[in-house]
């Protein structure tokens, strides 16, 4: 069975710097997709990047990108110029390619901006 | 933009009482998915659903609880005899299709409580 790991509970960040969230997983497959989602107070979970495995190149989305370590199995979100609004728990996710369905979770990391 | 709903937020019932959690997918999505966290623990894959059918679900998933789509809009989860144990926030998720780079779309959840 796949497994995610997020060995970071708790990550804080000078507002406008550079953050890195840290992500590890196990899983036996090469298709796979892997994601990172955002869940603000208001709970509502949100895709924030994703990251097929098949790609060599790293993801981006204007002030989010991933180190994706396919051997090392590490999946890194880094964000840059750090926001107010960035404030959330960041939860690193997989999802088989083999046709399965389900998204596989770590545990979250709370980012905190302190202004 | 289309969202997923979800109702009620917050649900209290006791131990043993049926309860019925509500959400309304993405107009346009065919795929909807139930995943659960308990308080300080990971998001976790319940069942998911096409088709008027359960395609694939985990060892959570037992006798206990059920997944219906009883109209063009709505998908719910019952749990038929609620234990304290069935304390968590629920998430309802949809996406257009099952492919694994089809994005699931999260509600806010149902914070469920049994007393």
């Known amino acids: 069975a796949q497994t995610v790991t997020q060995s970071q509970p708790e990550m804080s960040v000078q507002e406008a710097e550079t953050v890195t969230l840290s992500c590890t997983y196990d899983?036996?497959?090469?298709?796979?997709?892997l994601f990172w989602y955002k869940q603000p107070p208001s709970r509502q979970m949100i895709l924030v990047i994703r990251?097929?495995?098949?790609?060599?190149q790293n993801a981006t989305e204007n002030r989010f990108s991933v180190n994706f370590q396919k051997a090392a199995k590490s999946f890194s979100l880094k964000i840059s110029d750090s926001q107010l609004g960035d404030a959330a728990m960041y939860f690193c996710a997989y999802r088989s390619g083999s046709g399965a369905q389900k998204l596989v979770f770590g545990q979250g990391t709370r980012l905190t901006i302190n202004p | 933009e289309p969202e997923v709903t979800q109702t009620p937020s917050h649900q209290v019932t006791q131990m043993g009482q049926e309860v019925i959690l509500r959400c309304v997918p993405i107009?346009?999505?065919?795929?909807f998915y139930w995943y659960r966290q308990i308080l300080g623990q990971k998001v976790e894959f319940l069942v998911s659903f096409y088709n008027n059918e359960i395609s694939e679900k985990s060892e959570i998933f037992d006798d206990q609880f059920s997944v219906e789509r009883p109209d063009g809009s709505n998908f719910t989860l019952k749990i038929r005899s609620t234990k304290l144990e069935d304390s968590a926030m629920y998430f309802c998720a949809s996406s257009e299709g099952g492919l694994t780079y089809n994005e699931q779309f999260f509600g806010p959840g149902t914070r469920l409580t049994v007393l």
């Open positions: 990251q097929e495995a098949y790609k060599q």
């Open positions: 107009s346009n999505h065919l795929y």
């Open positions: 899983t036996s497959e090469s298709d796979y997709y």
